[in-house]
């Protein structure tokens, strides 16, 4: 599999400075995260009481994520998994996927039917609910709202040289490896449209990664 063409969503290279872009992405990233978070107060309490009521643990699920600089910082989302469930799976599966090694189940290159996932936790993660916690972060300033994936540590630990551009900006709950296939890419593919986000962003590309994330989600071609 190829990746999808970035030109139609990554504009040309700029050639002004960052601080105007920067300014209006820290505004955009405030107040996008405070009215959704506001509006989705009560989508947020029902997620809750069905985590709680479905499985034994905490509602929101807290894991350390590589940001900007390579510094590390505490992920929010809600918890989709069994409480305190085993990730050596998962950590062997990323490992033959950055090798080459691993073939898509189902078109998507992730662990399908994985027992670790709670039936609620299914459900949250085909609509992406529950990122929603995400938005915290974006407030805290760890994450932006578009952004290269945020990476596990081990994983950080594996990629290759070329994709250590990602780590010049802040990881987003979004982002153009999300918007392009997500899990229907490769690892790989996917740092390569991380690092073209880098190098090519703007204030108009990520509105129009913003705005593609809604079909992406709802068209379920994300997970």
């Known amino acids: 599999m190829t990746s999808r063409p970035v030109g139609h969503v990554v504009a040309a290279r700029r050639s ?26 009560p989508v947020l309490l029902v997620i809750a009481v069905l985590i709680r009521a479905s499985s034994p643990g905490p509602v929101l699920f807290r894991q350390t994520r590589v940001g900007r600089a390579g510094a590390p910082f505490r992920m929010l989302k809600f918890r989709t998994m069994t409480d305190g469930c085993d990730d050596s799976a998962h950590r062997d599966y990323v490992r033959r ?16 039917d994985d ?5 609620v936790g ?5 609509l992406s609910l529950d990122e929603l916690p995400q938005l915290i972060n974006v407030l805290k300033g760890d ?21 250590t551009p990602r780590y010049l900006v802040a990881p987003g709950v979004t982002g153009l490896w999300q918007v392009s296939g997500r899990n229907r890419l490769t690892m790989l593919q996917g740092l390569k449209l991380d690092v073209a986000y880098v190098e090519q962003r703007t204030f108009g590309v990520d509105l129009r990664i913003l705005i593609r994330t809604v079909p992406a989600v709802l068209g379920r071609g994300a997970r």
């Open 16 to 41: 002004r400075p960052l601080t105007g872009y920067l300014l209006g992405k820290r505004i955009l990233d405030i107040t996008v995260a405070t009215v959704v978070l506001l509006v989705s107060l």
């Open 97 to 112: 996927l950055l090798a080459g090694d691993a073939e898509a189940q189902d078109g998507l290159y992730k662990l399908v």
């Open 115 to 119: 027992p670790r996932v709670t039936r």
């Open 122 to 126: 299914a459900m949250l993660r085909r």
């Open 143 to 163: 994450m932006t709202l578009v952004g290269p994936r945020p990476a596990l540590p081990f994983e950080a630990e594996l990629f290759p040289d070329w994709a």
